[in-house]
DNA sequence: ACCTGAACACCGTTCAAGT
DNA sequence: ACCTGAACACCGTTCAAGT
């Protein structure tokens, strides 16, 4: 904290424009308000600019969520490498809970690493840049898959993780852009219904019931599960 | 096509506006040019109205999305019914097969029913509305299911579902709002390329040996594989 | 070289006014 | 009752102009 440090670490005026500082910058934005509120306009507030000045570092916004996706990828190799693992299960396992880790660690912008269409057809959110498919795909290989077993296994752990982390990540966002209920003109004499909980659950006994069941938050066990399960079922189709 | 019909089957100005018909309209445009373009203006357009007649049958955008999406799960119910499936298996099977036809038929909105909030936060997309839910949850019960085991089976069925059809309608638009290339203002002697298929690709040796098997198409198969492994799962917890 | 001001072509939405 | 015109407060993006 020396006063000779070029002014990097003030706030109140940062220290200038980079496309390392916007990327964070709207990642930083998405997580605090949500996608659609990360304006161009809104994140040249934040950065302390006018919303054209982002335009030398971007090429526009679809160019900035993109970056942001890739940002939320970046290290992942670098990590998993460094694991050393031994066996496939071990790698899997442990890509499974990196990218678990990240989208649990950006729940509002995950979403975008799933619904974004990547640069080539065949690659599969959320492994979707080369590098780590390649990755992926080599030590697959070199622990005896074939072409085909590779392939496949892509494609079901791939399925795997956005249907988890999705669905995991959506209970915990529930609403970062608060939504406003409009008010519907009805008769005035029904009085208000708070939310759905007393609209169509007198048809619902069953859902009722269960209601807590279905609220309990057991993510991280039916992640493992069904995790093994997925590690078990590949076993059986590489070793058969 | 008596000319006696009230002008309703005129396509050059159509009958009356309604909320169904608005709602009609909204997925036709969102399967023709994507989300993002079906704007109120533009589908005022389609209808041949002003935009801001919209506004005396739909609250809003958001509510008139929310109402495209549930008219995608409409009538789910009523079909699963009149199959008269006898086993919980062969329910769950029907279940599936009814929401993968339904995505596929319209792949460019299905990621709204995966990605928009549902009314409930224990509501897990695909299967986002309580009829369908309470349904799903009494004929697993009536089967033998212990209400955890009913509500771990509903979890992990739609984890299935959205991973599995998130990532097969996702290859099948690839893009239906066309993204034009943004000139990169890079030096004119590099030569133009293509897309990502020759940048990163020296650096990906099994990727390029297994691209053809990368972009085939064998998602119905690997639906099954992934659903009878999902019941065969299920059939272990509940008889154990 | 880096940022700004002004402008353009869009949005969603409201509301008084028309028929 | 149903739709329209005009207006408001926003967007993303371009481009000449400032420093």
């Known amino acids: 904290m020396s006063p000779e440090e070029p002014d990097e670490a003030r706030s109140t005026r940062p220290p200038r424009l980079s496309r390392q500082r916007i990327v964070d910058a709207g990642l930083a934005s998405i997580e605090a308000h949500g996608v659609d509120q990360m304006t161009m306009r809104s994140l040249g507030r934040d950065l302390g600019v006018e919303a ?11 160019d900035l969520l993109e970056a942001v996706v890739e940002s939320l990828l970046d290290g992942l ?4 490498e460094a694991a050393e693992t031994t066996s496939w299960q071990e790698y899997l396992q442990h890509v ?16 975008l690493v799933v619904s974004r269409h990547p640069a080539a057809p065949w690659l599969r959110p959320p492994l979707r840049d080369i590098a780590m498919v390649e990755h992926l795909l080599a030590t697959l290989c070199e622990r005896g898959f074939s072409d085909d077993q ?6 079901a752990f791939t399925s ?13 966002t529930e609403n970062v852009a608060a939504v406003e209920e409009p008010m519907n003109e009805g008769s005035a004499d029904i009085p208000e219904q ?13 859902v009722v019931r269960m209601r807590d069941r279905l609220s309990q938050d057991h993510s991280e066990a039916e992640f493992e599960t069904g ?14």
Chains 1, 2 share one sequence.
């Open 227 to 240: 995790l093994e399960s997925l590690l078990n079922r590949i076993e059986n189709t590489v070793s058969h």
């Open 77 to 80: 190799i670098k990590r998993v």
């Open 150 to 155: 590779a392939v496949d296994t892509y494609k």
């Open 194 to 206: 708070d939310t759905v909980e007393d609209v169509d659950l007198g048809q619902a006994p069953h």
């Open 160 to 172: 795997f993780l956005v249907g988890s982390l999705l669905l995991e990540v959506s209970t915990k």
């Open 52 to 62: 054209m000045a982002l335009y030398r570092y971007v090429s526009g916004r679809e």
């Open 96 to 111: 499974a809970h990196e990218i678990r880790h990240m989208a649990l660690a950006h729940p509002t912008a995950f979403p």
